[in-house]
T-cell receptor, first 116, second 113 residues
């Protein structure tokens, strides 16, 4: 099993450009998440999804949009990139709360994005 | 704002020693989890402790939870060089129909050979 796969792994954008980060999971998890990680600040939740076709805002949603058209994929879009969006982006997935047992999140390996 | 705060921010120990880090949080939780992140990698789930549990073990890991003090500790016994990583606590603030984790800023552990 691949687990959670993020593409691309690295990207450099110019201010104002747009891009989409792709997250794919093969564990049949219901829930998916996008976090950003900045030095000294831990991980902050951008958007999340509790099922196909549904998304919700997290702690820092401004400047980002998401879509979950298929259960296994969760896309994060930056419409007009800004230097403040320079960060490492992590996708994660999990079972729903009713099934989680002792499971936590499964994370991807991250996308390092630099906006110049 | 982040729910959890780890203490200390950084920890350096000799191989074979124990490493202890703490996490304090602000509001009631469903469960608390600990994750490890090796440099340049994603986070890996280590252990989950529910709000009605006080202690849990997994291999060389021991986690305690004190809901009255809103704090948790992670103990790594007999540390190895491979334990060098950042460790994050995460609290589950989800309601009945979602499951969201709030992460602290982490404790960076360096195990010296």
């Amino acid at each position: 099993n691949a687990g959670v796969t993020q593409t691309p792994k690295f990207r450099v954008l110019k201010t104002g450009q747009s891009m989409t980060l792709l997250c794919a999971q093969d564990m049949n998890h219901e829930y998916m998440y996008w976090y950003r990680q900045d030095p000294g600040m831990g991980l902050r939740l951008i958007h999340y999804s509790v099922g196909e076709g549904t998304t919700a805002k997290g702690e820092v949603p401004d400047g980002y949009n998401v879509s979950r058209l298929k259960k296994q994929n969760f896309l994060l879009g930056l419409e007009s990139a800004a230097p403040s969006q320079t960060s490492v982006y992590f996708c994660a997935s999990s079972y729903s709360i009713l099934r989680q047992g002792d499971y936590g999140y499964t994370f991807g390996s991250g996308t390092r994005l630099t906006v110049v | 704002s982040q729910q959890g705060e780890e203490d200390p921010q950084a920890l350096s120990i000799q191989e074979g020693e124990n490493a202890t880090m703490n996490c304090s949080y602000k509001t009631s939780i469903n469960n608390l989890q600990w994750y490890r992140q090796n440099s340049g990698r994603g986070l890996v789930h280590l252990i989950l402790i529910r709000s009605n549990e006080r202690e849990k073990h997994s291999g060389r890991l021991r986690v305690t939870l004190d809901t009255s003090k809103k704090s948790s500790s992670l103990l790594i016994t007999a540390s190895r060089a491979a334990d060098t990583a950042s460790y994050f606590c995460a609290t589950d603030l989800g309601s009945s129909n979602d499951y969201k984790l709030s992460f602290g800023a982490g404790t960076t552990v360096t195990v010296r050979a």
